[in-house]
């Protein structure tokens, strides 16, 4: 079936620093959604992408579809000590069940000892 | 309440034991799902409702799996005669209608079985 590989699966981080993160696929999606899960949550979505090249902000998050539609990445700039957490990428297809999401295995964002 | 709500957190079972998961969507809500997350790993989706019609099981592992939305709100994951790897948090969501194709769900905080 589908996967999607997400990198790199755990990060540091130091206040006021930018942060990357990409998804890639073995086959096409016709969306890509970011979701962050906190410990003992449920995911809560961050952005969605309709269309391939599109590239998406929702305040310090910054999140692109990639052109080939198997890959898309996130960004955060200026990290703040809430952005702690796993993020999950996810792809979905238009048509068969909707709301059938498929996850990658997330990068967990943690802080700087 | 404003958010999906689940019952119970916390699960502890005995091997061979049968178990109910609960799901109370967001009201007005007619989408809702069920997807099993192992530790360490990202959500799988097991099955999909609109109101009280099971439209996708694709995803239940196996015919111990069961779930059910009788009157198009609640709904109920049962797991019969448990398997240490059915240990998992099981997640449901919702979603408005005319946003399940945008995959924008709204999650409970899940329900951790723990089959011993």
């Known amino acids: 079936g589908q996967q999607l590989n997400q990198s790199p699966q755990s990060m540091f981080i130091q206040e006021g620093e930018d942060v990357s993160m990409n998804c890639t696929s073995s086959?096409?999606?016709?969306?890509w959604l970011w979701y962050k899960q906190d410990p003992g949550e449920g995911p809560v979505l961050l952005i969605a992408?309709?269309?391939?090249?599109e590239l998406t902000s929702n305040g310090r998050l910054t999140a692109q579809f990639g052109i080939t539609r198997k890959d898309s990445f996130l960004n955060i700039s200026a990290s703040i000590p809430s952005d702690v957490g796993i993020y999950f990428c996810?792809?979905?297809?238009?048509?068969?069940?909707?709301?059938?999401?498929?996850f990658g295995k997330g990068t967990k964002l943690s802080v700087k000892p | 309440g404003a958010g999906v709500s689940q019952s119970p957190r916390y699960k502890v079972a005995k091997r061979g034991q049968d178990v109910a998961l609960r799901c109370d969507p967001i009201?007005?809500?007619?989408?809702l799902f069920w997807y099993q997350q192992a530790l360490g790993q990202g959500p799988e989706f097991l099955t999909y409702?609109?109101?009280?019609?099971?439209?996708?099981k694709s995803g239940l592992p196996s015919d111990r799996f069961f779930a059910e939305r009788p009157e198009g709100s609640v709904s109920t994951l049962k797991i019969q005669r448990t398997q240490q790897e059915d240990s998992a948090v099981y997640l449901c969501?919702?979603?408005?209608?005319?946003?399940?194709?945008?995959?924008?769900?709204?999650f409970g905080e899940g329900s951790r079985l723990t089959v011993l």
């Open positions: 969501a919702s979603s408005l209608r005319d946003r399940v194709n945008t995959g924008e769900l709204f």
């Open positions: 086959s096409i999606f016709n969306t």
């Open positions: 992408l309709y269309k391939a090249g």
């Open positions: 996810a792809g979905m297809n238009y048509g068969g069940s909707q709301g059938n999401l498929i």
């Open positions: 009201s007005g809500h007619v989408s």
């Open positions: 409702f609109q109101n009280e019609a099971q439209l996708d």
